[in-house]
């Protein structure tokens, strides 16, 4: 299966959506038991267990409690593997209903649970598994973004154009693939102070994303990537000859495709530009912090520098209505493309990943325009309003946006709101989904997307924490 796969198919083998009635329980007696059952769980923290019983106690939302216990622990309920590899952790994450390990949904799965660290070792453990198994994709290629546990699988997409190889289920490039790893190692080391896993091999895989970042910023050529898919699904592949419509060199970077695993439309993918110079200078002060290749570490800073020095050349344009906004897509010559996709790096998202401050004027000018009509990707309708993209589909909203404007938002109200809009739309699963239509919550994509429903835990915690009133 890819990230298109629906929960139900039709006979002719199109992508049709689930349909399930929804049902509004109100007491805490009539939510059926969905978590996966103790003794089928991949891993248990008792971290993650005490944090689900806190929260539990402690807001009057039986509904809301019921859903924060299904989802906070669904990525350890069921999607890692953890072991051990020459001495070291080692930790494969799934990204739900696909057998498969994405570089950014494994960060994203796991980053909830590293404020939990300190009081759980063996969480710990399985993280430091996910940064070492990280670094060994990268330097197996790291222009792939989604990988298998062994290097010897082969699956649906191995005669795709482009390097592939077994071990790769897909191998789209996208900037933020690059991004996340070095996010999830950050704050871990913030964190737990451990810089153990800053090898070797980590530092070679991390001179592999310098590089990469610097290939792709096409300054003398069209770079070694190219990829090309037979498809009907425009979004899935690459045109002119795989390497994408053509952009004016300018110092950003190259994404042929989107943190959605669509292809762009303008090369230079705005968002995960912001959250490259983020990155890098994260990567850069890591290095220094293990008192390893100051090269590298000077590298990273100086192309960080470059590509913001870039992004304030080209990242911004005036729209009639909201003024000064960031474009999500634009290609140097002066193009550019105005929408957000709901998959993080996106516009939104940019002060969840530390790219800005939430105060930040142009921010808040483009965050106006993206929750909004003018966004041709802003769906409103009867079960709730939100943004998705192509790849689900017009009208089909992604509680991933709905979770990330609540993440970003510092208004009580617009909190609440989001919150109740997850709340209803679960459509009596008691998980999360990619995507539902705006109308009707039981027409949903995936029903096992543990992404979508470890960032809900995290917007549930971190609500409880600092506005626990919003919960009840």
Aim: proline share 6%; hydrophobic share 40%.
């Amino acid at each position: 299966m890819n990230r298109r796969t629906f929960i139900q198919t039709t006979s002719l083998g199109a992508a049709a959506l689930t349909t399930q009635p929804i049902s509004f329980a109100r007491a805490a007696g009539d939510f059926p038991v969905v978590r996966t059952p103790l003794d089928q769980r991949n891993f248990r923290s008792e971290a993650v267990e005490r944090a689900i019983y806190t929260v539990k106690r402690g807001i009057k939302n039986p509904e809301m409690a019921w859903l924060f216990e299904n989802c906070f622990p669904n990525t350890l309920d069921t999607t890692v593997d953890h072991s051990t590899i020459d001495g070291k952790p080692d930790t494969y994450v799934i990204t739900g209903d696909i057998d498969a390990m994405w570089l950014r949904d494994s960060t994203a799965q796991v980053w909830p649970y590293l404020p939990l660290m300190a009081q759980d070792k063996p969480l710990q453990q399985l993280i430091a598994g996910v940064i070492y198994r990280q670094a060994r994709c990268i330097r197996f290629d790291p222009y792939a973004n989604a990988f298998y546990k062994e290097q010897t699988k082969t699956g649906e997409w191995k005669d795709d154009a482009t390097d592939m190889k077994p071990g790769l289920h897909e191998r789209k490039w996208e900037i933020d693939s690059l991004c996340y790893p070095i996010r999830l190692a950050y704050f871990y080391w913030k964190r737990s102070g451990d810089l153990s896993p800053f090898d070797a091999n980590w530092q070679e895989a991390m001179r592999l994303v310098v590089q990469t970042f610097r290939e792709q910023q096409r300054k003398t050529g069209k770079g070694p990537y190219k990829f090309e898919r037979r498809t009907t699904w425009a979004t899935d592949g690459v045109p002119l000859g795989g390497y994408g419509y053509p952009a004016k060199p300018n110092g950003l970077i190259c994404s042929m495709f989107r943190p959605s695993d669509d292809a762009t439309i303008y090369p230079y993918l705005i968002p995960s530009n912001f959250f490259a110079v983020t990155s890098l200078r994260q990567l850069a002060e890591l290095l220094v912090a293990r008192k390893a290749n100051a090269t590298l570490a000077a590298d990273a800073r100086a192309l960080a520098d470059e590509v913001a020095t870039a992004l304030e050349q080209h990242a911004v344009t005036t729209h009639p209505r909201y003024g000064k906004v960031y474009a999500y897509e634009v290609n140097g010559y002066g193009s550019y493309n105005l929408m957000d996709d709901a998959n993080v790096p996106s516009l939104l998202a940019m002060p969840y990943l530390g790219a800005m401050p939430v105060t930040d004027p142009i921010y808040q000018n483009t965050r106006k325009f993206l929750l909004s009509d003018d966004n041709p990707f802003f769906f409103k309708g009867k079960a709730g309003e939100g943004i998705g993209g192509p790849h689900a589909g017009i009208d089909m909203i992604w509680p991933l946006s709905i979770i990330v404007r609540g993440l970003t938002s510092t208004n009580e109200n617009e909190i609440r709101q989001c919150l109740q809009t997850l709340q209803h739309v679960n459509a009596g699963t008691g998980f999360m989904h990619e995507a539902f239509h705006k109308d009707d919550a039981s027409k949903f994509t995936r029903k096992w997307f543990a992404w979508a429903n470890t960032i809900f835990g995290e917007f549930v915690y971190k609500t409880f924490q600092e506005r626990p009133a919003l919960l009840s």
